[in-house]
């Protein structure tokens, strides 16, 4: 008879595995591609994403490292360099203090001596002044803005030879090109004169006695110094004499 129920004779056939149970439970490749295909291409995908971003991020950590090290590198540079350089700005800086200091102390000893040259022009009995190449007084002793009936201040930057050697004894114009002071600026040869005379301010003239001397810097003449005295005296004393 049709038996009632078959749950027992489906029961036997899935324990023995036979009939329409041969394979049941078996679970084939094809079954899970076919029931997870999408999962597996899913994951396949994120595999290969996965394996996308590692190489990018390895490469990258690795262009990191490599650019952490010519950093690291530069800045040993860098600071070799500016070692360097602060060793090299120290020793230069202790040179030029040092060349200051040896200008202070050069600039020093040339006020000295200008100090003590100016001395011996301000006690000197003879007047003296110098001149540039264009004749200019460039400066002028109190013996000599004395005798000439001057100050000093009214004698600098002017030409002595218009102020007090223009005219001869006997009244005749005395050009400049023809002073002797000029001629020892233009030959650099050292010209002494006995019997001339200067000219005061108020007129006068007083007899003079005066050499012209080439004042020559690095070869070349730049001027001269004029050294002169009144030789009145003793011109009264010639004149005594021969009478």
Known sequence: ???LNY??????LRELKIGAYRDFGKVTLLDVLRVYWQWLVAGVAALVGMGIATTYVTR???RLK????????AHDELEVRVQERTVDLVETNRELESEIDER???EMRLEQVNHYNRLILDSAGDGIYGVDRAGITTFVNPRAAEMLGWNESDLI???IHDIAHHTHQDGRHYPKHECPTRSAINDGN??????????RRDGTKFPVEYTSTPIIENGEVV???VVFKNITERKEAEDRLRL
């Open 66 to 73: 490599q650019s952490q090290v010519a950093l690291r590198t």
């Open 7 to 12: 749950r027992p004779v489906h029961d036997i």
């Open 223 to 225: 001027g001269a110094v």
């Open 1 to 3: 008879t049709i038996p």
């Open 190 to 199: 050292i010209h002494t004169i006995n019997d001339e005379v200067f000219w």
């Open 60 to 62: 990258l950590n690795s």
């Open 104 to 106: 202070k102390r050069t």
């Open 157 to 159: 930057g002017e030409s």
